[in-house]
Structure formats: structure tokens, C-alpha cells
């Protein structure tokens, strides 16, 4: 069996996708599964079984011998949110609950980490492991999963294959359910389709012109195709950036939307909250040295392409 958390989300439905595609059907899928949105992102699957993520680590501890390999994606993701011990229970905890049991049980394990945890990045975008204990996340949601980066790097007792992954700006089908988290992507081609204007935040940052913030753009298959691969590959371990490694402005995604839909759009700069003025990330670009030194091959899309492949299957 292999198990998916965070299965009904974003990246963990199309992880699934992506292992029926490949011939694996014995999958157990871990979610909450109480937002019907985000329920229809498992539609057409195939899985073993779907358990509440509440139940799951007691059903892991009794039926370990049966889990091939776990892709612990599932997350409390809402970056406004300030409740740092809702993020510590549900993430950094419940994390370390998972890795403890895969320890025990020499299953393989891969984790989702984020780019949020680099902060602004004074110290850059590197996951070389000596340097992450430096990094400055700016936001609960970043607080936790760097502090389980951090906590996972001091065990000793580990799975006998485990990766941490940095996600950066991910993007792609199956992000209706996630409201003002969806990625800029998405986001701007509602705006498009409901009005033909779009919106983004003024710069404060003398270096950056309006429009011009840039962002690691990564298309959601790309990340799932890393992720099946690091399954096979199983050696290795440690933390990775998954990214393109290329920035793109916020003004490249409305280009290359209007290219694909076809419209010219008007841009409204509009106000960036005071709250966030001083967290907010101008840059961000994941360094992938070390994926690359593993043997990955390299081949992520550009952010023209990406954005035509997913155009056609985001709701009009």
C-alpha cells in the first residue's frame, strides 16, 4: 500500500493521478474529507481506501507492515493564520508522529516542507542542510514547517529513506477549494474570467517596479513527477527545493494568460496590507544544485507552458 496525505488537496490529488497513471491502485487516501469542492478532486480515482486524517496515525501503527512507502503532503497551509500552536499541533506534531512510526518501521517517507520557510532570502535559496538552521520563516504556517525541517535534521532514528521538499510557488488544476491560498495562477485567471481587470499589490520595495515581484513558478505536474521519481529512486536523503529555478514577475503570469485565453487585461496595482508589507517575499527562486547532483532530469516547464497546460482545465 502506498499512502497519500493531503489526498483530496491540490498536490496530493494529483499525486494520486499520477500513480494510477503509473499502475498503482492500492492507495490509501488520508484527508479530512468534509469540503465537497475539494472532494471532487478525487473523483475518477482509484484507491484502496480513504481514512479521516484523525484515525490515521492509529491505523498506521497497527497496519505498518502493509505501507510500502508514505508521501505525508496533508498540512494546515492557511498563511494569514497566526495560531502558532493550531500549526504545531497540526503539522509540526503530527509530523513527527508519522516520522516517528516510519523510523520504527523502515518505511520510506516523503514530507512537504515549503519555500515560505526562506523568509525573505537574505541567506538566499539553498537546501544545503548546514544552512537551514539560519533561515527566518516569516509566518506561523513557515514557523512550522521549518521547525520540523530543523527537527528532522537532528534524528538520529530515521526511515531508511526519507525527503523533505520545499515546494515553491506551485500551481495547476484542482485549486477551487482553496480560496485566497490558491496560487496567483489561479487566482488571476478568475479575475480575468469574471471581469477582465486583474489586481496586484504595489510594490514598497525600491528595487522592485509594480508587477515586477517575482516568484519560483512551478507547475504541479512537475512536482509530481519529482515526487514519483525520488519514490524510485530512494537514496539519498535530505531536504530539497522543488522549483524551477527560474523567477517569473507577477506581470509574466498575466502575459502568459493573456496569451493562452486569448485577452487583453487591464492591471490595477492595488494597496498591499500594512500587516504583511514587512513579511512579504519580493523574490523567490529555488537553488536546485542538489536535486541535480542526485540525477533528477531537469526538464521542469517554463511558465508559458505550464499555464497553457493547466489553462484548459481550470473552471471557466
Not at 471581469?195 to 522592485?208: A, C, I, N, W
Not at 537514496?235 to 487583453?264: E, H, M, P
Not at 500594512?274 to 523574490?283: G, S
Request: aromatic share 12%.
Amino acid at each position: 500500500m502506498i499512502v497519500v496525505t493531503g489526498a483530496a488537496g491540490f498536490i496530493g490529488s494529483h499525486l494520486i493521478d499520477k500513480l494510477n497513471q503509473e499502475g498503482f491502485k492500492a492507495i490509501i487516501a488520508v484527508d479530512l474529507f468534509h469540503d465537497e469542492v475539494k472532494l471532487a478532486n478525487l473523483d475518477h480515482q482509484n484507491i484502496l481506501a480513504s481514512l479521516d486524517r484523525r484515525v490515521f496515525i492509529p491505523w498506521l501503527e497497527e497496519n505498518a507492515e502493509g505501507v510500502e512507502f508514505i508521501f505525508h503532503l496533508g498540512a494546515h497551509t492557511d498563511t494569514t493564520e497566526t495560531d502558532e500552536a493550531l500549526f504545531a499541533e497540526l503539522n509540526t506534531n503530527y509530523t513527527k508522529q508519522v516520522w516517528n512510526i516510519c523510523a520504527t518501521e523502515q518505511i520510506p517517507l516523503i514530507y512537504a516542507s515549503s519555500a515560505a520557510t526562506y523568509g525573505l532570502g537574505e541567506l538566499g535559496f539553498s537546501d544545503d542542510h548546514s544552512l537551514i538552521p539560519q533561515l527566518q520563516p516569516l509566518n506561523a504556517y513557515a514557523h512550522s514547517k521549518h521547525q520540523f525541517d530543523l527537527w528532522a535534521l537532528g534524528q538520529e532514528k530515521r526511515p531508511f529513506y526519507w525527503a523533505g521538499l520545499k515546494f515553491f510557488n506551485v500551481y495547476g488544476k484542482n485549486e477551487d477549494h482553496k480560496g485566497k491560498m490558491s496560487s496567483m495562477v489561479y487566482q488571476l485567471h478568475r479575475q480575468i474570467e469574471d471581469g477582465g481587470k486583474v489586481r496586484l499589490f504595489k510594490s514598497y520595495d525600491e528595487k522592485y517596479d509594480d508587477g515586477e515581484q517575482l516568484r519560483d513558478f512551478v507547475y504541479v505536474q512537475d512536482v509530481v513527477n519529482v515526487m514519483y521519481w525520488m519514490m524510485h529512486h530512494r537514496k539519498d536523503s535530505g531536504i530539497y527545493n522543488v522549483g524551477t529555478g527560474q523567477a517569473r514577475s507577477f506581470k509574466d503570469v498575466v502575459n502568459a494568460l493573456q496569451q493562452v485565453l486569448d485577452k487583453q487585461v487591464d492591471i490595477e496595482y492595488i494597496d498591499m496590507p500594512e500587516h504583511l508589507r514587512d513579511k512579504y517575499q519580493y523574490f523567490t527562486e529555488a537553488d536546485l544544485k542538489k536535486l541535480k547532483s542526485i540525477g533528477f532530469p531537469m526538464d521542469f516547464s517554463s511558465l508559458e507552458d505550464g499555464v497553457r497546460a493547466c489553462c484548459s482545465n481550470l473552471p471557466n
